[in-house]
């Protein structure tokens, strides 16, 4: 698995390729937490090249949801996880575990970013 990470003012993106499995997931895990320990808590993972997802990778990407949420500046305004370019294969495993339903898709990287 391979992450880049751009900054934009509000916002971070990871660009996810590759696969989130029992042995990647912890390196996501980090990158995630590295970003909340800078209190930055608006987050989107670009999926586009992502291959592979297991149970391990979608904990993480749960988890990460919560903590973010839980951040808020205002009732209004607060941190969340919002996935972009979610490839066909895998918004199939979203589906079939309700994970499309708790996050905010969207279909470029541009559009999720501008969404905050």
């Known amino acids: 698995m391979n992450i880049e990470h751009r900054r934009f003012n509000r916002v971070d993106l990871l660009e996810v390729s590759g696969r989130i499995d029992a042995a990647t997931s912890s390196q996501l895990k980090q990158a995630v937490d590295a970003l909340f320990e800078e209190g930055r ?9 992502l291959e592979y997802i297991s149970s391990p990778g979608l904990r993480v990407l749960i988890e990460a949801r919560k903590k973010a949420r839980d951040w808020k500046i205002t009732d209004l305004e607060g941190g969340d996880i919002r996935i972009a370019n979610l490839p066909p294969r895998i918004k199939e495993v979203f589906d079939l575990t309700g994970f ?17």
């Open 41 to 49: 808590y608006r987050i989107v993972l670009d999926l586009a090249r």
């Open 100 to 116: 499309t339903s708790l996050f905010e898709l969207y279909g470029d990287s541009v559009e999720a970013v501008g969404s905050f």
